[in-house]
């Protein structure tokens, strides 16, 4: 078995021999080691977890807040402690890969993720599953942005695109099918189970990785840590989305949020100073005079904006309106689900040939519909309706997830591609907590609006003092809150105000949704294939 060649660049002054991105032998047949496809096989595996667990532990906090004897703040720690640590590390995570390797960097991810997972199961406190979703938030932050690097590294150009179509639909396949598996698992097994299967996952991605992987380095990577840099882009992130998290709780109004939004913005007006002065900045500002790369930036903010925000609801529409068990709901998003395994390869086949813009516009066209229909679904809305605006909805999403990573990593120079795939995954995270926080603004604007007035004129008995915010915030995720006791009528007036008030507030998240859609639209229409696209695969050969 031959293992692939690297190319060693010893600069002088340098006593660490660095290896050229490019392989120089990957012809199939020849070994595992380094082959493009099989490198796919192995980083997908290992994405596969962290992307499993954005949505799979949601289905577990009722088990495990009801085992622990969790409060409701202690619960959302379990979500917010995970996000706040991979979207504030993912950048200098990749950094780290593009300084050490992308390969070493993915490993020691997969082990520390399977780990802290094994460590969650095996909690008995609601303090330490908090703890460990930190670690775990860590180490995925490790493990996304090398994986990128490594497919950018393998695939020539003419390939990268299908490779980056197929590592989009693991992602989104894991996302959209966490609350199915979730279900599945609570229910016939325990909530620890859900933090168990990592393990086996993990060690699984190891293995594979020790056999495949190729370390990937160029040339000029970097050789110095920007450590400024990083506390001060850690700050920021940390502060802007912290102040996301808080906001429902605290309010838009608060001093508090604003105080959080402005230590942000202070300091990633330091870090863009810094960055300028310091010799081997974190990230180069220059990337930014790439208007493709910016334009994919945001446009992978605007659609998590869209699609998180507007999915967010979705799932208490199908749980709390239609009474559907959290498995049941998660079988009614398979047209997502499916037509995202559908359409990123193929949307990966048609970016290869004409190039991201056109079907990165017409994805967001697609996205932007699919949240219009969405605004229209009712409390009376069958199954086939429903269907077809989550399946348009999963081919729009399909080639934005795979020609905007495309457009961000293929315009990014070769030993930047760790930053730039950090940079692609805050962007998605930043805006998926945007989306949260904003859309659930507007939902909750809505029904503080409405809810009194429904309430009246479905004669209902009027409420004592303190009672209408409980109301009001029951009625936001679509609980209809009848106390015990209530009389039939009663019960069933209230539960037709609470989903009606509730379906007027989803409307109104998606029809924002669906301008942000259409504004990034427009975005799209910047974007272009990556002028540094040819550099991770130009000597793979042919594979």
């Known amino acids: 078995m031959t293992s ?49 667990d954005g949505t799979i532990v949601a289905i577990a906090n009722p088990a495990i807040a009801k085992d622990l004897g969790a409060s409701f703040a202690d619960v959302q720690w379990i979500t917010n402690a995970y996000f706040l640590a991979l979207a504030v590390t993912l950048i200098t995570a990749g950094k780290l890969g593009d300084r050490f390797g992308h390969r070493q960097t993915f490993l020691i991810g997969v082990v520390g993720f399977a780990a802290a997972s094994g460590a969650i199961g095996l909690s008995h406190s609601i303090a330490l599953v908090v703890t460990f979703r930190v670690f775990q938030g860590l180490f995925g932050a490790l493990l996304m942005p090398a994986a990128l690097g490594l497919l950018r590294a393998s695939f020539p150009a003419e390939k990268l695109n299908m490779a980056i179509g197929i ?10 099918g966490g609350p199915i598996l979730g279900g599945l698992l609570v229910q016939h097994v325990s909530w ?105 930036v945001v446009l992978m903010v605007l659609m998590a904006i869209a699609f998180m925000g507007g999915l967010f609801f979705v799932t208490f529409y199908l749980q709390n309106v239609h009474g559907m068990s959290p498995v049941k709901a998660g079988l009614h998003l398979l047209p997502l689900t499916g037509m995202m395994i ?27 519909v699919a949240m219009f229909g969405m605004s229209k679904l009712d409390t009376d809305t069958g199954s086939p309706a429903m269907s077809l605006w989550f399946a348009l909805l999963g081919l729009g999403l399909a080639p934005v997830m795979v020609g905007a990573t495309e457009v961000i990593v293929g315009n990014a120079p070769m030993e930047l591609s760790g930053v730039a795939g950090g940079l692609q995954q805050a962007a998605m995270q930043i805006g998926g907590s945007l989306g949260t926080a904003v859309l659930g603004a507007v939902m ?17 008995p009027p409420f004592g003092p303190g009672q209408l915010d409980k109301v009001s915030e ?69 594979i």
């Open 474 to 542: 029951a009625v936001q995720v679509g609980v209809a809150p009848v106390p015990k006791g209530t009389p039939a009528p009663i019960a069933e007036a209230i539960t037709k105000v609470a989903h009606d008030t509730f379906i007027s507030g989803m409307s109104l998240a998606c029809l924002v949704a669906a301008g942000v859609a259409a504004v990034a639209v427009l975005v799209a229409l910047l974007t272009k294939r990556g002028a540094n696209a040819e550099a991770g695969g130009a000597g793979a050969g042919h």
């Open 167 to 176: 590592w989009g639909m693991v992602i989104g396949a894991s996302t959209a």
């Open 4 to 52: 692939q060649t690297t190319v060693d660049a010893t600069e002088p002054g340098d006593g660490a021999s660095r290896t050229s991105a490019a392989p120089l032998d990957t012809a199939p047949g020849r070994g595992l080691r380094g082959h493009p496809w099989f490198t796919l096989v192995s980083v997908a595996i290992g994405v596969m977890m962290v992307a499993l």
């Open 444 to 460: 909750a604007s809505r029904v503080d609006s409405d809810l009194p007035g429904n309430w009246a004129d479905a004669k209902l």
């Open 342 to 368: 559908v359409g990123s390869p193929l949307a990966g086949a048609v970016i290869t040939k004409a190039g991201p813009r056109i079907p990165l516009a017409g994805g967001m066209v697609l996205t932007a």
């Open 192 to 296: 620890q189970s859900v933090f168990f299967i990592n393990v086996p996952v993990g060690v699984l991605a190891l293995v594979l990785g020790l056999v495949i992987l190729t370390d990937h380095r160029a040339e000029n990577a970097p050789r110095s840590f920007d450590l400024a840099g990083i506390a001060l882009l850690s700050a920021a992130m940390f502060c802007l989305v912290w102040a996301l998290i808080k906001a429902p709780t605290w309010g838009w109004g608060d001093g508090k949020t604003w105080l959080f939004i402005g230590v942000s913005v202070l300091a990633f007006v330091g870090f863009s100073f810094w960055e300028t002065k310091v010799k081997e900045p974190l990230i180069p500002l220059g990337l930014f005079r790439s208007v493709p790369l910016s334009a994919g």
